[in-house]
């Protein structure tokens, strides 16, 4: 057992998580059910995404060639990844603090949950699972403008203050999870937390949510939670403007947003959780 997956173990059986321990070679092996899954929202999702998606997204994701009847192995992502922008995956047992998280983004290193879904959630779950990382994330981290912006934003998160980390992941949120884009096609899914989502695929560009033309301050100071299909979605007018906004002075917006506070939520506060 190398360092990271006795790590690994630790923290899946301190929490009992879902996480598959690869061997010391980084193999996953899944089960039967795992392989299945991925198979179904690869069907289901490889049937929706067109006309939904960004041409940028649909791209890298030819790029990729994920496998359709099984989860793809770590290695073989980072072999198209590496060559396209010098990113690769991290193997991480689920969501990981803020410090880890800035930390692998900073190095080009992106977070994959090693585990994933149950057939139950197959349409929306509300924590990352490897289909998320994978299907919704790595094509679009073939694409050298975003790349960058996803790697300066790790920079900077890992020399932000805890509560500047705060304002931060809500600019993340807006645009890696959860951005639309304009394209003379008509407007796009870019965010990683919509694409690996069939419900939220089709909630996104449907008119229930309200669409706001991205501005980094507003999105800055705007609430969300990471349990529901989102209500808002901000719109990019091209994605060149996030490439453009990594040269920018965002921790000044950061400030900016600090002062004129927080926008009221258009959501209901989550449910207390019951006391376990
Ligand atoms: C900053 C971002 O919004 C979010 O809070 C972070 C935290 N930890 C994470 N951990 C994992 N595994 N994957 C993620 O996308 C994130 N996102
Ligand atoms: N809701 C996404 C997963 C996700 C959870 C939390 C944050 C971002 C994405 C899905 O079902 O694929
Ligand atoms: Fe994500």
Redesign the pocket.
């Known amino acids: 057992m190398t360092s990271s997956n006795a790590h690994l173990s630790d923290v899946a059986s301190k929490t009992g998580y879902r996480a598959r321990l690869p061997d010391d070679s980084g193999h996953i092996a899944w089960s039967e059910q795992d392989n299945a899954t991925w198979q179904t929202l690869m069907q289901r999702q490889l049937g929706m995404i067109e006309g939904r998606v960004c041409q940028e997204y649909l791209d890298g994701l030819e790029r990729l060639a994920l496998p359709e009847d099984r989860v793809p192995q770590l290695a073989d992502i980072d072999r198209v990844l590496k060559a396209s922008t010098g990113w690769e995956t991290a193997q991480v047992p689920a969501l990981i603090p803020f410090d880890t998280f800035f930390a692998l983004l900073a190095s080009q290193r992106f977070p994959v949950a090693t585990f994933i879904r149950t057939p139950e959630e197959l349409d929306?779950?509300?924590?990352?699972d490897i289909?998320?990382e994978i299907f919704?994330h790595c094509p679009m981290l073939t694409n050298p403008a975003f790349a960058e912006f996803t790697a300066t934003y790790g920079r900077l998160g890992l020399a932000a203050s805890p509560k500047e980390r705060i304002y931060l992941a809500r600019l993340y949120w807006m645009t890696v999870?959860f951005g639309l884009v304009d394209t003379p096609a008509g407007r796009r899914i870019y965010g990683g937390?919509i694409i690996?989502?069939p419900k939220?695929t089709l909630h996104a560009l449907s008119d229930a949510p309200v669409h706001v033309p991205f501005d980094p301050v507003e999105a800055l100071r705007t609430p969300y939670r990471?349990d529901i299909l989102q209500p808002l979605y901000y719109v990019l007018d091209d994605l060149k403007t996030l490439h453009d906004l990594s040269h920018k002075d965002i921790m000044s917006m950061v400030q900016q947003a600090m002062a004129q506070g927080l926008h009221e939520p258009l959501f209901e506060p989550a449910p207390k959780r019951a006391k376990a």
């Open positions: 929306y779950l509300k924590e990352p289909f998320h919704g999870e937390g690996s989502s939220e990471i």
